[in-house]
């Protein structure tokens, strides 16, 4: 079955430390995404790619990092100038300029 | 700024009601509207869409309405069930845009 995965589940990072975060989808879908969910919160941006080899800032990108190398995967870092990274994470897929998005089942990052 | 909301945060209904959940939207560029459910510690999962030539659009026991006029959209669910139980997104996409706004979500609890 085709489908978007995020692992691990839970992810646990001391302060000072960098984390990265998987995304894997096998759905030929073009464009990957990546989000953060706070309690009570909406979802809010981190990166998008539209393309292998190229993404673009969101509306919260500072502390992250992202890269494209495969159309399948879209990694996530979350770096130590992060300031409050615990947060659920959210990957997600559509095709190019698509507005399906298929969603991964989120990685849960605590900061210990 | 442009945005899209939620009138109320939780909804409390008794198995078998219908249920009704309401997302305003201020953005009068939106062309296209989707609503998500999100179960707990799980990514959000496509319920319904419908696009700004329409006002109303029917799935299975869903129904969404769109009132342009007053940039609102409600999720109509006919006898809900304890599994209706979740979070509610409504996200908003303007023309020219693939980026969809998402709403801050409605918890809609299911009693038996």
């Known amino acids: 079955d085709g489908g978007i995965t995020q692992s691990p589940k839970y992810l646990f990072r001391k302060e000072g430390q960098n984390v990265t975060l998987s995304c894997e989808q096998n759905?030929?879908?073009?464009?990957m995404y990546w989000y953060r969910q706070d309690p009570g919160q909406g979802l809010r941006l981190i990166y998008y790619?539209?393309?292998?080899?190229?993404?673009q800032k969101g509306d919260i990108a500072e502390g992250y990092s992202v890269s494209r190398e495969k159309k399948e995967s879209f990694p996530l870092t979350v770096t130590s100038a992060q300031k409050n990274p615990t947060a659920f994470y959210l990957c997600?897929?559509?095709?190019?300029?698509?507005?399906?998005?298929?969603f991964g089942s989120g990685t849960r990052l605590t900061v210990v | 700024g442009e945005s899209v909301g939620l009138h109320l945060p939780t909804l409390s209904v008794q198995e078998g009601d219908n249920s009704i959940i309401n997302c305003a939207y201020s953005?009068?560029?939106?062309?296209?509207f989707i609503w998500y459910k999100q179960e707990s510690g799980k990514g959000p999962q496509f319920i319904i869409d419908?696009?700004?030539?329409?006002d109303k659009r029917q799935g299975q026991r869903v129904t969404v309405l769109l009132n342009k006029t007053v940039k609102h959209l409600s999720l109509q669910i006919a006898a809900t069930q304890p599994g209706d139980s979740a979070v509610y997104f409504c996200?908003?996409?303007?023309?020219?845009?693939?980026?969809?706004?998402f709403g801050r979500g409605t918890s809609l609890i299911v009693h038996p």
């Open positions: 759905l030929n879908h073009d464009a």
């Open positions: 997600a897929s559509s095709i190019y300029e698509g507005v399906y998005y298929t």
């Open positions: 419908i696009r700004s030539n329409m």
């Open positions: 790619s539209q393309i292998v080899n190229d993404f």
């Open positions: 996200a908003e996409k303007a023309g020219g845009s693939y980026i969809p706004t």
């Open positions: 953005n009068s560029a939106s062309d296209y």
